[in-house]
């Protein structure tokens, strides 16, 4: 009579125990959202217009190499890892008022032609935009005139945003400082 009663027991328990540790698979993973329901307005197109400022020399660098290529031979500098944190202003002067930072890594990715793989968020800290960020993700091919950038999303009012930035050289300095022109354009809500 005790077998019993312990074989009722321990399925009685099994029983319990299964339906606990499955209980929160009868919800959904996921549900349908209104855009309503996130304060979403209809989707525009902005253009940010601005400078970007890259100091790789003297007192104060805003860009340094945290890892250096193994073989620097081909110029490629291919395995190089650096980060940033650039300033962004309206003007391409030096003494231009700073309106953000440009702050992330780059990846030196081939070894063939100097390009660099990008992993960017631009934080803007001044105008209309204030407490708001881009972030890009993408390719650079360095020794190109212009490169185009996608923009995979942002915060505050770049919420859900998509989009591409193209980056031009302004001026450069080699092993001092390099300015870059860059042109956002931006879906957001």
Same mark, same amino acid.
């Given at each position: 009579? =005790?077998?019993?009663?312990?074989? /009722? $027991? ?6 319990? #125990?299964?339906?606990? #540790? ?16 996130? @304060? ?6 902005? @253009?940010?217009?601005? !400078? ?12 340094? +190499?945290?890892?250096? =290529? ?30 953000? *930072?440009?702050?992330? %890594? @780059? ?7 100097? &390009?660099?793989? %990008? ?13 708001? &960020? #881009?972030?890009?993700?993408? *390719? ?18 770049? *919420? ?7 980056? /031009? +050289?302004?001026?450069? $300095?080699?092993?001092? !400082?390099?300015?870059?022109? %860059? ?5 957001? !809500?």
């Amino acid at each position: 009579m =005790a077998q019993i009663l312990q074989k /009722q $027991i321990y399925i009685i328990l099994t029983i319990f #125990l299964f339906s606990f #540790l499955t209980e929160g698979e009868s919800k959904q993973f996921a549900t349908s959202l209104s855009q309503k329901s996130l @304060h979403l307005k209809k989707e525009k197109l902005t @253009h940010i217009h601005l !400078y970007w400022h890259d100091v790789t020399g003297g007192d104060h660098p805003t860009k340094v +190499t945290v890892v250096k =290529a193994l073989d620097n031979t081909t110029n490629t500098y291919f395995g190089s890892v650096s980060v940033l944190d650039d300033a962004l202003t309206v003007d391409p002067g030096v003494k231009s008022k700073i309106v953000g *930072r440009a702050q992330g %890594m @780059h990846v030196a990715s081939s070894q063939e032609n100097f &390009s660099i793989v %990008m992993a960017l968020s631009f934080e803007f800290t001044g105008g209309e935009y204030n407490g708001s &960020s #881009l972030s890009l993700l993408g *390719r650079n091919q360095v020794v190109y005139p212009k490169n185009e950038i996608p923009i995979v999303g942002g915060s505050g009012v770049f *919420r859900f945003s998509s989009g591409y930035a193209i980056m /031009q +050289t302004y001026k450069f $300095i080699p092993n001092l !400082y390099g300015i870059l022109e %860059m042109d956002f354009y931006v879906l957001h !809500y």
